[in-house]
């Protein structure tokens, strides 16, 4: 028998301080209309793709927690009253917020600085730094810490089969750096040699670092297919291996063989600023297989309304276009 457990990383949609281009970590910035259809349009494809949530994530400010429930929304639209009460709630949980930015919350992004390549941020601090009030960005350690408190209190019990005997499908909702920092605590928890790449990743990105998976698009989502073979048997048959070629900075996989070994996670670079390795590691048997990095088909047509409309701050109250018109009555 073969438990499964699908998990999908996402982060929220647009907002209006991405559009306006300022720091939002602990600031709760709100969705755009734009980020709002994004939501909106996510929610419709996981539908479409059948899936039936049974855990909902997410950060406790309003761009998660409102993608979230778009998200959740779409499965209540479309089940039947006898199924409604089987969808869960989202469970909001403040250590999934973003960084926080501290000085810099609703500041404008800094450009970098010629010739040293410095960042913006990085000079900006070096000459506010001793002002009264100057409160620094959340560190990497804090914000793993963070992290493996949501792992070992929310994600872990999970794959516990005591506690959830059944298959699972879970959404965490939350945002860009936090995600990333959220994936690397999760690899440090799986079991050795039991990370595969798709087919359809390793065609997209055919070598890319493991640890480090780029940016996060608004509503993009990192889709994770976990499962453990009571049999020991071989669960995804169809994946193509890789293999682990170390670099100095990070882990790279090398596509370019496809009959290489799975991805050896005890083989990941440990930074030397970041917590230690956590002691709640999956147990041995579970296999994850990465079936997508930064998915966004769901966006596919979607165009942001003109004339400012599409970047302005999303209006519960606002009515559609049709809902101004009186429906006829059928005769």
């Given amino acids: ?5 699908r998990l999908f990383l996402i ?3 647009e907002t209006v301080d991405n559009v ?11 969705l755009t209309n734009h980020g709002f259809h994004q939501a909106t349009r996510l929610g419709l494809h996981f539908e479409a793709l059948g899936l039936r949530f049974t855990h909902f994530f997410s950060s406790h400010l309003q761009r998660a927690a409102k993608t979230a429930s778009l998200i959740r929304q779409a499965q209540l639209t479309t089940s039947d009253a006898s199924d ?4 869960p709630e989202v469970t909001q949980v403040p250590a999934l917020m973003e960084q926080d930015f501290g000085f810099y919350e609703g500041k404008k992004f800094f450009e970098r600085q010629e010739p040293t390549r410095t960042t913006g941020k990085d000079a900006h601090r070096q000459s506010h730094k001793d002002q009264a009030g100057f409160v620094d960005v959340e560190s990497k350690d804090s914000l793993a810490k963070r992290a493996d408190a949501f792992l070992d209190a929310h994600l872990l019990p999970i794959f516990d089969d005591a506690v959830e005997p059944g298959d699972c499908v879970v959404a965490i909702v939350s945002h860009g750096i936090m995600l990333s920092t959220l994936w690397k605590r999760i690899l ?3 079991p050795p040699q039991s990370v595969t790449l798709s087919p359809e990743v390793v065609v997209k990105s055919p070598r890319f670092s493991l640890e480090h998976l780029g940016g996060w698009s608004n509503t993009g989502y990192l889709d994770l297919h976990m499962s453990k073979d009571t049999k020991d048997s071989d669960p995804t048959p169809s994946v193509v291996k890789r293999s682990v070629l170390r670099s100095s900075q990070s882990q790279s996989i090398d596509c370019s063989n496809e009959e290489q070994k799975p991805i050896d996670t005890n083989a990941i670079e440990k930074q030397p600023n ?12 579970w296999v ?3 079936q997508a990095i930064d998915a966004k088909d769901h966006l596919g047509g979607l165009k942001r309304t003109r004339g400012g409309i599409g970047s302005a701050k999303h209006d519960t109250s606002q009515k559609k276009l049709d809902g101004f018109f009186k429906r006829r009555k059928a005769e």
């Fill in 1 to 5: 028998m073969v438990r499964k457990v």
């Fill in 11 to 13: 982060r929220h949609g």
């Fill in 20 to 30: 306006a281009q300022v720091y939002a970590g602990s600031r709760d910035s709100a």
């Fill in 84 to 87: 409604v009460s089987k969808i």
């Fill in 188 to 190: 440090l928890r799986l």
């Fill in 274 to 285: 970041q917590a230690q390795t956590p002691s709640g590691p999956l147990s041995s048997g």
């Fill in 288 to 290: 994850t297989l990465v």
